[in-house]
């Protein structure tokens, strides 16, 4: 959706290193998400953001930290990546009233 | 917490016939949303329909309707006149309000249905 971007679309990486990705709306939403999707797991939440620099954690956040210095831009990092952490990586934007919106999604790979 | 349940891994259906998508969820919430979400191949999720817990009328989208059975905790999605391009994985999802009147929350997903639909 032209609404929202995330980026990289993939990325390989080692164990141990740092990893940031980006997610991008132009719809001025309030609320931002950030999901991981896993076999057999289906979406689970890591952390959301309910406006600039408030954010909360989800149901998978440890090892996870996310940043929201502008509404637009809601940033998820990975400290010191683990094997254990590659999965296919969502954000989205929206609310219930008018529906849920996703980027495309980043595969991450940790080696 | 809630928990949404997928039965089906996998379903198989014929082009044009009609397929049932099972989900049950678990809340003790009276006032929720949700949801069925398509994922085909190229990985978007995209929204097929959503269901508001307050309104008893079954909602339909063309050729996609839901079953809600609220009292059941049931929410299936039958498909009518499938497509070759109905062909991905579902999701079913659920979604409290975070806060009293409003219609942010966080989305509860099942663990998905692959649907094949052949020609």
Partial sequence: DAGITQSPRHKVTETGTPVTLRCHQTENHRYMYWYRQDPGHGLRLIHYSYGVKDTDKGEVSDGYSVSRSKTEDFLLTLESATSSQTSVYFCAIGAANYGYTFGSGTRLTVV | ?119
């Fill in chain 2, 1 to 119: 917490a809630q928990t949404v349940t997928q039965s089906q891994p996998e379903m198989s259906v014929q082009e044009a016939e009609t397929v049932t998508l099972s989900c049950t969820y678990d809340t003790s919430e009276n006032n929720y949303y949700l949801f069925w979400y398509k994922q085909p191949p190229s990985r978007q999720m995209i929204l097929v329909i959503r269901q508001e817990a307050y309104k008893q009328q079954n909602a339909t989208e063309n050729r996609f309707s839901v079953n809600f059975q609220k009292a059941a905790k049931s929410f299936s999605l039958k498909i009518s006149d499938s497509q070759l391009g109905d062909t991905a994985m579902y999701f079913c999802a659920f979604m409290k309000p975070l806060a009293g009147g409003t219609s942010y929350g966080k989305l509860t997903f099942g663990q998905g249905t692959i649907l094949t639909v052949h020609p």
